[in-house]
């Protein structure tokens, strides 16, 4: 269940429908906030009744300074979600018109290049000691190696268990990712040897299930955080970034690992009809569709070889290049 507490006269709704989230398998781990915050508005609102007014959502949708459309968006629909759930326990909410926002500009991801790649992780092998954050230097190198050498996303990597590495085999367990999928990622030899020396470091003396890239408080070290220091490893690797939702963003990292991966088995002669549900798997992606839209950015990135990809999977192209959909 949640760990908000709700005051509002929505409180039965708003915790019978993470209930029923949960229930079904969702995750549901990021709604429970806006749930909070919507709840706390409709306080500060006044609202006395267990309804949803057209003038609160109204209100509610209006975009707060310097709050992307994104993030406007996303708070819209978790409500609309709320409404829903409402009107068919048969009470009375305003549910938003679909389509009622700005369409969100697509985001086109950044893919680095290998010599950018290299400068981060110059960077982030000279991250230093910091007495407040004690394990940085060692968490950071590890951090986004990983991320870039297994494609991790970068909730996989923080909710990492001492448990999850595998030194013996040099594989990594991601639990429940997303959707609610378990995989098996290789590491690699490097990563293998670098995990075994960070381990000896950090974790001699740890519980199996400690978080690998701890906090000092013992939890995992938050996404905040680790955005932070991107950031200033980007500056330090004199990587230009286009400010707070225009990128380059973490998760670029990943959409990096797996254009590099395609146009290095195109470059190789690797069959892509082999490969590319090997990367599917190894992305632990839920359809074939998330993962081909990699082929488009792989060209677009490197058009030396769109021959090559347009002539393996020519056939997908134009439902991939009209696509507005973002592989995760």
């Not at 985001?107 to 790649?117: D, K, R």
């Not at 590319?276 to 992305?283: A, R």
Request: charged share 20%.
């Amino acid at each position: 269940m949640s760990e908000f507490i709700y005051n509002s006269p929505l409180q039965s709704f708003i915790e019978g429908m993470i209930r029923e989230k949960q229930s079904l398998g969702y995750k549901y781990d990021s709604s429970p906030r806006i749930l909070y915050k919507f709840d706390q508005f409709c306080i500060e609102q006044g609202c006395i009744d267990a309804v949803i007014t057209k003038e609160v959502v109204q209100a509610w949708i209006q975009p707060g300074s310097n709050e992307s459309p994104a993030t406007v968006k996303n708070r819209a629909c978790v409500v609309r979600q709320l409404a829903l759930y409402m009107t068919r326990l048969g009470t009375r909410a305003y549910v938003l018109p679909k389509n009622s926002l700005p369409k969100v500009p697509k985001y086109t991801p950044y893919i680095f290049s290998n010599h950018e790649m290299a400068a981060l992780f110059t960077q982030t092998d000279a991250c230093h000691y910091c007495s407040e954050v004690p394990l940085r230097h060692h968490i950071m190198p590890l951090l986004f190696r990983l991320l870039y050498g297994c494609g991790l996303r970068i909730s996989e990597a923080l909710n990492l268990r001492f448990e999850d590495i595998d030194l013996h085999d040099g594989v990594l367990t991601v639990i429940d990712g997303k959707f609610n999928k378990d995989r098996l990622v290789p590491l690699g030899v490097e990563n293998t040897h670098r995990c075994s020396d960070f381990i000896t470091a950090v974790h001699l003396h740890s519980d199996k299930n400690a978080y690998l890239f701890p906090a000092p408080n013992g939890q995992a070290i938050t996404q905040g955080n680790a955005y932070k220091n991107f950031r200033r490893f980007l500056w330090q690797a004199r990587i230009s970034h286009g400010g707070w939702g225009k990128g380059p963003r973490l998760h670029d990292i990943r959409h990096t690992f797996a254009v590099h991966c395609l146009r290095q088995w195109v470059m190789q002669g690797k069959d892509l009809a082999v490969y590319l549900p090997i990367l599917k798997i190894y992305l632990g992606h839920d359809s074939f569709r998330d993962t081909s839209h990699y082929l488009r950015l792989t060209a677009e990135v490197y058009p030396d070889i769109t021959a090559k990809v347009e002539q393996a999977f020519g056939y997908i192209s134009p439902v991939i290049g009209d696509d507005a959909h973002e592989a995760d």
